[in-house]
């Protein structure tokens, strides 16, 4: 598999050359999680789909295949029991990892319109939007392990690029639970904290964060986050100062 340096070059190139704009943090990091995913970078392919630089398991319609554009592949229909029935269809072939990052940036955010606010909406959206078919017996099921292998690719993915995890779910929290800020703590720095670092050790504890710390790696990846979505343009530094306070309240507007 590709590196997730790598990975995130093709991810922002192919997006950048479809949309004629540079993707923000969460748009880049879950066209190259869903990527990541679906196919290892294009290097989870066998026998004719090798070299195909399809990154999103990309269908091409029914057999027969044009050799020059798709090939063809064995994928699988889930069953009410659980269980699941292999068919044969055809799937896109690329001249390149950037042009098959594109077709996923494309069919993502353009064609079913996902908007990438967490992990569980992401994947929800997929499924009701026929991304994916998935495996489990019912719809909740089928989101539910998509959400988990999602979840882990992701996680993989920002440990190795030194990144915040994206928000496990849109009230920002973790499943079942809602932040709650600490008695003391600023109340313009809690909610994107928890956005910024809801998968991570500590990220419920939202008071902690306040004007004027320095060299904090909490703050830095507060910084990384808001300089993603375009709202933060000053130095990852730990530091939060004036232009980090300024952000934050942009965010929260």
């Known amino acids: 598999m590709a590196s997730e340096t790598d990975a995130r070059k093709w991810a922002t190139d192919g997006f950048t050359s479809y949309f004629g704009r540079k993707p923000t943090l969460l ?23 090798v070299g195909s630089w399809n990154m999103g398991a990309v269908q091409a319609g029914h057999a027969p ?16 029991d659980g269980t699941s029935t292999p068919y044969t269809i055809c799937f896109k072939r690329y001249p390149g990892p950037t042009e098959g990052m594109a077709d996923v940036a ?7 319109a996902i908007t990438p606010t967490s992990i569980e909406a992401v994947s929800t959206q997929m499924y009701d939007k026929h991304y994916y078919e998935g ?4 719809r909740e099921a089928r989101i539910a392990n998509h ?29 079942g639970e809602s932040p709650k800020p600490s008695p003391g703590g600023s109340p313009s720095v809690a909610p994107v904290y928890f956005l910024a670092l809801s998968s991570t050790p500590g990220a419920r ?16 990846m507060v910084q990384v986050f808001l300089k993603g979505i375009m709202f933060y343009h000053g130095q990852i530094d730990g530091d939060h100062g004036p232009l980090t306070e300024a952000a934050i309240r942009k965010f929260l507007a």
């Open 27 to 49: 748009e880049v990091q879950f066209l190259q999680g869903i990527a990541r995913l679906e196919t290892g970078y294009g290097a989870g392919w066998k026998s004719e789909g």
């Open 65 to 80: 295949c044009n050799p020059a554009t798709s090939f063809q592949y064995v994928d699988s229909h889930p069953n009410p």
């Open 205 to 220: 504890d939202v008071g902690s964060l306040h004007q004027g710390m320095r060299n904090n790696a909490t703050v830095r």
């Open 106 to 112: 494309r069919i993502l955010y353009k064609q079913m």
């Open 135 to 138: 495996f489990g017996a019912t």
């Open 147 to 175: 959400v988990k292998a999602l979840t882990t690719n992701l996680k993989a993915m920002t440990d190795k690029l030194g990144e915040p995890m994206p928000p496990a779910t849109d009230d920002g929290g973790i499943p």
